[in-house]
C-alpha cells in the first residue's frame, strides 16, 4: 500500500510530465504529436526531451504566452489547422530555440504585434498559408514584421492567403529573408515591393495576373538581375484579358535573346567604330599625304577633261553637231563618251559632260 502511495506520488505526476493524454510522444526522436484529439488548448505537459511539437486538427481558438510554458528546448513547432483566431503579445517568447513555426491553416484573425517577438530572433521559418483571414489580419501581421523580431527569418510562406498587394516596405524588417512564397493569392499586378529583396527566390505562381503593358515592364524587370530569383516562372500566368488568359506573363525566352543579341551588334560596331577613329589618328600624318594625292590625282584629271570640255565646245572647231552622233570620234583615239538619253534629246550641258566625262576618264 505504501509502496502503492509512493509510486503514485513520485512516478505517476512524472508519467503525467512524460507524455499528455491523447498524445504520442516518441523519445527517440525527441517528437510529441496531438493531432486531432479537439483539444481545447496546447498541452501544457509536453516532457523536456521535445524537440519537434505537433498540435494539428483541434480547436484551439487562442493562444498566448501561457500556452508554451517550458518549451526553451522546442525547435519545430506545428500548429496548424487548429482553428486559431488570435495570436497574443509575446506568445512564443519562451521558445528561445524556435527555428520553425508553422501556423498553416488556421483562421487568424487577430495577431498582436510582438505575438511572434522571441528574444535573440532564432525563428528561420515561418509557414503562413492560408493563415490570414482577412485584411485586418494582413495589416496585423505586416506591423509585427516592421517592429522587428523576425530578423531572422529565412523562410516565409504566405501562399492562399488571397493577398490582394503587398505594404510598402512590408519586408523591409527581413535582411535574412531568402524564400518568400506567393503563390495562389490574388496578386493582379506589378508587384514594387519585390524590388526590395535582393538575393531572396520568390514563388508567385497561380496569382491571378492581369496583363498589361505595365506587366511586360513587370515581366522584362523580372527577368533582370536586380529582381529576385522566380522559382516557378512557368506558372506566373495571366489571368486577364480574357484573350491572354493563361499565357505566361514572363519574355519569351526568344525575344530576350534577340534583344541581347542587338545589345552585342551595338556594343561590336561601337567598339568598330572607336577602334576605326584610333587608327586614323595614330596614323593622321599618313592620311594628310593621302588626302593631299587624292586631291591632286583629282585635280590633273579634272583640269585634263576641263581642256578637253574647251576643245569640244570651242567654236573654231566647227558648229558644234545636234541630235544623234553628238561627240562621236570627235575625241580621236579616246573612246567616245557614254551618252544617256537624257542628254541625247537636252543637248549637251557642262554638268552633263562633267557627269558622263568622270565616268570615262582613263585618267590621263
Ligand atoms: C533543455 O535541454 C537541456 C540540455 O539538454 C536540459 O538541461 C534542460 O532541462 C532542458 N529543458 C527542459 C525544460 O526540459
Ligand atoms: C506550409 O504549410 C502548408 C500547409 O500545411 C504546406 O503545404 C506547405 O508545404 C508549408 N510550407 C513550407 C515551406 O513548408
Ligand atoms: C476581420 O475579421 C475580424 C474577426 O472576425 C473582424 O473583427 C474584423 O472587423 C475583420 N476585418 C475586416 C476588414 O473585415
Known amino acids: 500500500m505504501c509502496t502503492f502511495f509512493l509510486l503514485f506520488f513520485f512516478v505517476t505526476p512524472n508519467q503525467c510530465m512524460q507524455c499528455h493524454f491523447g498524445c504520442t510522444c516518441f523519445a527517440a526522436t525527441n517528437t510529441v504529436r496531438c493531432d486531432s484529439k479537439d483539444l481545447r488548448a496546447v498541452p501544457l505537459s509536453i516532457p523536456g526531451y521535445a524537440r519537434t511539437l505537433i498540435v494539428t486538427g483541434n480547436n484551439i481558438p487562442q493562444i498566448g504566452p501561457d500556452s508554451f510554458p517550458e518549451l526553451e528546448n522546442v525547435t519545430n513547432i506545428c500548429l ?51 493563415a490570414l483571414y482577412n485584411s485586418t489580419s494582413l495589416t496585423d501581421l505586416t506591423t509585427a514584421m516592421r517592429w522587428g523580431g523576425l530578423a531572422g527569418l529565412v523562410l516565409l510562406d ?101 534583344q541581347t543579341s542587338y545589345a552585342l551588334l551595338g556594343l561590336v560596331l561601337g567598339f568598330v567604330g572607336m577602334v576605326s577613329v584610333l587608327v586614323l589618328y595614330l596614323n593622321r600624318k599618313g592620311m594628310k599625304r593621302w588626302v593631299a594625292e587624292t586631291r591632286e590625282a583629282c585635280r590633273d584629271a579634272l583640269a585634263g577633261y576641263h581642256y578637253r570640255y574647251e576643245i569640244d565646245t570651242d567654236p573654231r572647231r566647227g558648229p558644234p553637231s545636234d541630235g544623234d552622233g553628238v561627240g562621236t570620234g570627235r575625241f580621236g583615239t579616246a573612246p567616245p563618251p557614254r551618252i544617256t538619253p537624257d542628254t541625247r534629246d537636252g543637248g549637251q550641258t557642262p554638268a552633263d559632260v562633267r557627269l558622263t566625262g568622270t565616268g570615262m576618264a582613263p585618267g590621263n
Open 80 to 130: 496548424s489547422n487548429n482553428r486559431i483566431t488570435e495570436l497574443g503579445s509575446h506568445t512564443f517568447s519562451s521558445m528561445v530555440s524556435l527555428r520553425s513555426l508553422d501556423l498553416s491553416g488556421n483562421p487568424l484573425a487577430l495577431i498582436h504585434p510582438e505575438a511572434l517577438s522571441i528574444p535573440g530572433g532564432p525563428l528561420l521559418e515561418l509557414n503562413l498559408s492560408r
Open 158 to 258: 504566405l501562399s492562399g492567403n488571397r493577398l490582394a498587394l503587398l505594404a510598402p516596405a512590408a519586408f523591409s524588417r527581413l535582411p535574412s529573408l531568402r524564400h518568400l512564397l506567393l503563390p495562389h493569392n490574388s496578386l493582379a499586378s506589378a508587384l514594387g515591393e519585390l524590388g526590395r529583396l535582393g538575393k531572396a527566390r520568390v514563388r508567385l505562381g497561380g496569382n491571378p495576373y492581369l496583363c498589361s503593358c505595365e506587366s511586360r515592364r513587370f515581366a522584362a524587370w523580372l527577368d533582370s538581375s536586380a529582381a529576385p530569383r522566380v522559382e516557378d516562372a512557368e506558372d506566373v500566368r495571366c489571368a486577364s484579358p480574357r484573350e491572354l488568359r493563361d499565357a505566361p506573363l514572363r519574355v519569351p525566352a526568344g525575344e530576350a535573346s534577340l
